[in-house]
């Protein structure tokens, strides 16, 4: 895109500015790269790339979608060295992204967006950083993730804690463990991770749970080097690898979450089975018990692990369900009255999704529409979980039924798809500027509604869940409930004239 100046805005107009240097802001550069979108600026607020996969580095990190499926189609990786690649490795193949697209050349890091205003005079977006510069851009994209605002739990007193608090996201490489007294707040997918990682080392362990995660078997292993270099000579055997694993995922989204009306039986399955493989390994009935949640398997993310349910069999593990009512310097108090004593503190309290972020940062788009205040006084709602009435010129890729399966490159690939198909239609015609129009907003809004009448968020017992797939109305506006098959093909086969273009 040729820089192009203004009478009304002054200095250099960038092709695109994007928000965010994760799988998700790095996929939609090498998009635009290649329709020839070169003058790309990525403001990243970490000071590397790499997103959930830089920020995280938590004991216990691993993916928990096969590796041969968690990765670019376009850019496989022959050596992941297991089926569930450990963090680490997401991140080294963040790297080699980065470096093979030439894409480090675009990064700015360090850099805090505040937020960004659609100029309808000139044309442009006028994007704010944190440090009092502006950037200004013909196109805007955010890829600012879903998990990405970690949240802290607002328990009285948390503030008076004399002892060392981390939350998961924030961890501290140099942190030693051996011999300390720790409490675990919360029982997440990451807390399942961790948990088993750290018990070892401790002296004593209290894990808080208020709410109790399914957890089925996972059958995980190292990827044979045998292997690896089958994959390596010929990608076809790894291609077929990525669609085994992607159509084990479909099939799981489609009927436990999706379709939950006519395959209640999977969800029930699912459950059987993972209370037998608690069964096996927690030798407590009590603490058994209190592991096995009461709400339908698929109303929250579950997760698979082999070593989370034993570490409750250790004597110096304790399970402690009793809600906390605060903390104190050296304790948590529940409301039994009883004090844990404790020198320190894991917030393994996940991320707030619904209330920091749709969208991360403030979003002004035509005739002053405030992006987040619109989506919380009207509905969470996204045209193919990209584009929104107002907001020309503008991905927003962290929207309301944007997150298409369950690995989230599904998402990513359908997104790089969507707006290939739109920007090439747009230099056809010779236009520079897109919208979406109301009446295909709407209309996809009322397919996403009718779809979700018949998904276990709708028809399963969620009630107990607390679930992040939620928003603050009780509606399950996270996920798309399509097939990804089906979102994949929409993002190449959607009609243009949804967009109003000029
Ligand atoms: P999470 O699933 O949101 O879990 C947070 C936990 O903290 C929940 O158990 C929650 O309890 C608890 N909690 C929060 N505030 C609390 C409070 N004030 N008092 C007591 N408990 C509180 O977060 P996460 O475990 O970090 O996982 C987030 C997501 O990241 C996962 O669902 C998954 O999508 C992704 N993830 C993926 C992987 C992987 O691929 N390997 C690994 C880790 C995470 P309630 O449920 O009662 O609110």
Redesign the pocket.
Known sequence: MPAQTDHHVHGHIHGAVIVGAGFGGMGAAIALRRLDIDDIVILEREDDLGGTWHVNRYPG?????PSATYSYSFEPNPYWSRMYAPGAELKAYCDHVATKYDLRRHMRFGVVVDGARWDEEAQVWIVNLHDGQTLTTRYLLTATGF?SQP?L???PGIETFDGTVLH?AKWDDDLDLHGRRAAV???????V?LIPEIAPKLAELTV????A?WVTPKSDGPVPRRLQALYARIPFTQRVARGIGSGILEALMVAAVLKYRRFKLFNQTAERVAKKHMARQVRDPETRRKLTPDYSFGCK?PTFSNDYFPTFNQPHVHLETTP?VRIEPDAIVTEDGARHEIDTLVL????NLWDTNFPAIEIIGREDRNLGKWWRENRFQAYEGVAVPKFPNYFSLNSPYSYSGLSYFTTIESQMKHMTRLLTAMRRRGVSRFEVTEEANAEFLARMKRNLGDSVFTLGSCSTA?S?YFNQHGEATLLRPTSTIGAFREAGRFPISDYALS
């Open positions: 990190l691993a993916v928990d979608i998990l949240k739990p607002e328990i998961t707040i919360g029982t997440g997918a990451t807390a991770q808080f749970q208020r709410t995660i993310r906390i393994a309290t996940g991320f607390r992040y």
